[in-house]
């Protein structure tokens, strides 16, 4: 059960994250996996009144504060533009309307879940976020901070470029976690692949090996997501073994793959 | 710590605990519609309309409620009644216990999406769990609404 001592709204960034530096704080996002633990906080710090709710489009970027809901990228004409609809792709699977209308987008990236499809499809889409005391940094340098960092997400900023990207993932049931979730992006002849859900945190891989410079095709794609699956460490859990995991991967590969290339 | 909510349409003065949660504010505050299930984000048994936006109240603080509009089904009656009798017609309700959360999404639905397709309607009901009936009752019984609707307008 989570017991909150104090609740405060902060009215400033420097407030929050001062506030943040105490170990028996905590920042609120959506508050849906905080809820689950078994903890207690002494002050609980919302960030719902520092207009971090909100997606700017800028002349060469999309600006989305921490406090954005997942349901609003889902909807969110601009991104979906952008990616093809990778973006309500990666988010619309995940429990409910009613869950995504809570969840924020800062929560889902700060806590670099494993399971995290919001991880996985922002990692290739050369995103950065801008933590308040660390600044701007790219996606994958954040996913790679130590845990024990007490920063404050305050945006996440995708560059608007021509790119293509493909979002899939295999779920046992529906709305339930992903067993494996794999994201793929093009951007001037440029591949990045990211597994997430493995089950660990997402990684990012690039086509080292060349396989793709050549185009898309059945035989070059089928070879990437094989190499893909053999480069990136699988784990078993209840949802799945790490050998599933890895046939998974290379399938779901493939298949973003030639979506990229069907359009 | 107080908080001023409008809680189906009354403006009110609350005091709660920081970590009271809205499930259980607006229970106290007699919306006894408000189903508690999982409580772990999942049956959306406990949806109700914040600013008029579902969300699951069992995962929201009763202070970050402090300044917005809440409304439960106690609240929606009016809005509720029209199609509630085509899900009842289906017997789609069984035990009844999700049906209140069910109704509030469905609610959130058609006033995003009037004429919803079937699959649509899936997709945005797919955080209610009813362990009864499998859903396709209350499929049925929403098709069969919107389609009394478009008859009753056309006609």
């Not at chain 1, 889902?74 to 619309?92: F, R, S």
């Not at chain 1, 998974?248 to 359009?263: D, F, T, W």
Request: charged share 20%.
């Amino acid at each position: 059960m989570l017991k909150i001592a104090n609740y405060v709204r902060a009215k400033s960034l420097e407030e929050a994250y001062t506030l943040a530096q105490k170990r028996t704080n905590v920042i609120l996002g959506g508050m849906l996996w905080l809820k689950m633990q078994n903890r207690s906080v002494q002050t609980a710090i919302d960030l719902c009144d520092l207009g971090l709710d909100k997606i700017e489009e800028q002349d060469d970027c999309f600006s989305i504060g921490a406090m954005v809901s997942l349901r609003a990228l889902e909807m969110h004409p601009g991104l979906n533009a952008l990616t093809q609809g990778a973006m309500a792709e990666a988010v619309k699977h995940i429990v409910g309307v009613q869950f995504r209308n809570l969840a924020t987008l800062g929560g889902s990236l700060y806590g670099r879940f494993g399971f995290s499809d919001v991880l996985t499809l922002f990692q290739v889409l050369d995103a950065e976020v801008e933590l308040y005391h660390h600044g701007i940094m790219k996606i994958n340098d954040f996913a790679q901070l130590p845990r024990t960092t007490r920063d404050l997400l305050v945006r996440v900023i995708v560059p608007k470029r021509s790119m293509r990207v493909c979002y899939l993932s295999q779920r046992n049931t529906a709305t339930d976690f992903p067993v494996v979730a794999c994201a793929v992006s093009e951007t001037d002849g440029k591949y990045l692949c990211a597994v997430g859900a493995r089950p660990g945190a997402a990684v990012v891989f690039t086509d080292e090996q060349g396989l793709l410079c050549g185009g898309i095709t059945q035989e070059s794609a089928e070879a990437f997501g094989k190499e893909i699956a053999n480069r990136a460490s699988f784990g078993s859990n209840t949802r799945a073994s790490a050998a599933y995991r890895k046939q998974v991967c290379a399938v779901l590969v493939r298949r973003c793959l030639m979506q990229i290339k069907e359009g | 710590m107080e908080i001023k909510v409008t809680l189906n349409g009354k403006k009110m003065v609350a005091s709660v605990e920081p970590d009271t949660l809205l499930i259980d504010f607006v229970r106290h505050h007699g919306c006894l519609s408000v189903k508690r299930g999982c409580e772990t984000a999942n049956c959306g048994l406990c949806t109700v309309l914040m600013d008029g936006v579902p969300v699951l109240s069992c995962s929201v603080l009763a202070a970050r409620a402090n300044g917005h509009s809440i409304q439960t089904l106690e609240g929606l009656q009016e809005e509720a009644n029209e199609f509630i009798g085509f899900i009842a017609d289906q017997g789609a309700e069984q035990c009844g216990f999700c049906n209140p959360g069910y109704v509030m999404n469905t609610i959130a639905l058609l006033r995003e999406n009037p004429d919803p397709t079937d699959d649509e309607i899936k997709a945005y009901l797919a955080g209610n769990l009813c362990r009864c009936s499998g859903y396709e009752g209350q499929l049925r019984g929403i098709r069969n609404y919107l389609n009394w609707k478009k008859e009753a307008h056309n006609g």
